[in-house]
């Protein structure tokens, strides 16, 4: 089975500031990893996938992640913090080896506060 | 393009009564997902659809049902409804590309059942 931990609830960064939503998954196979995030009131979007390939996988609105294998994470990274970044961020993944299909298991979700 | 709508945006129910949300999407999209999301529990897939006329059960189905008459529309049924359905719910589209591809999600329902 696969799953998914993001084990902090909230994340708090002063504007200009790096920003890191970290994120570990267990999977059987090889994991298809995603991002998303959601502004408050409207619906998730995505923001980054890592298929295979470089482990530094580059995204939406300046944000990047980084695939270790061996320690079995995906955190994500913003080098310098927006207020306008504050939002709620989902890490999903995908175990191809047990299905087919698009099916994600997602994380409990980050809320990230971004303070002027 | 629209990109992925929900129908309606609110909703408030009494318990036992029934009601039908609505997604549609004009991506050409061959996949489609039901999901619900709650405080602390991220999003739970509900029901999903790998193509017109086929349906399949998500991770947390009871409650629920689903149709796909046509390719652009994803329909989700609450028969009954009950005070724990009260939550989020959020539809998703995708390209049926081995799972690659990003989903597309919708605004969002927000569903309060009393």
């Known amino acids: 089975a696969q799953s998914v931990a993001q084990p902090e609830d909230q994340v708090n960064v002063a504007e200009g500031n790096p920003l890191t939503v970290k994120c570990t998954y267990s999977?059987?196979?090889?994991?298809?990893l995603f991002w998303y995030v959601q502004y408050p009131n409207r619906g998730l979007q995505f923001l980054l996938k890592y298929i295979t390939g470089d482990n530094l996988v580059k995204g939406s609105y300046g944000f990047e992640a980084e695939f270790n294998k061996s320690q079995t994470s995906f955190h994500l990274k913003k080098p310098s913090a927006l207020v306008s970044d504050s939002a709620l961020y989902f890490c999903?993944?995908?175990?191809?080896?047990?299905?087919?299909?698009?099916?994600?298991?997602f994380g409990a979700g980050t809320q990230v506060v971004v303070t002027p | 393009n629209a990109g992925v709508t929900q129908t309606p945006k609110f909703r408030v129910l009494k318990t036992g009564q029934s009601m039908t949300l609505l997604c549609a999407q004009d991506?050409?999209?061959?996949?489609m997902y039901w999901y619900r999301q709650d405080p602390g529990m991220g999003l739970r897939l509900i029901h999903y659809s790998v193509g017109e006329g086929t349906t399949a059960k998500g991770e947390v189905p009871d409650g629920y049902n689903v149709s796909r008459l046509k390719k652009q529309n994803f329909l989700l049924g609450l028969e009954s409804a009950a005070p724990s359905q009260t939550s989020v719910y959020f539809c998703?589209?995708?390209?049926?590309?081995?799972?690659?591809?990003?989903?597309?999600f919708g605004p969002g329902t927000r569903l309060t059942v009393l």
């Open positions: 991506m050409n999209h061959e996949y």
């Open positions: 999903a993944v995908r175990d191809l080896t047990t299905d087919s299909w698009g099916k994600l298991q």
């Open positions: 999977v059987s196979g090889n994991p298809y």
């Open positions: 998703a589209s995708s390209k049926p590309t081995s799972g690659v591809d990003e989903q597309f």
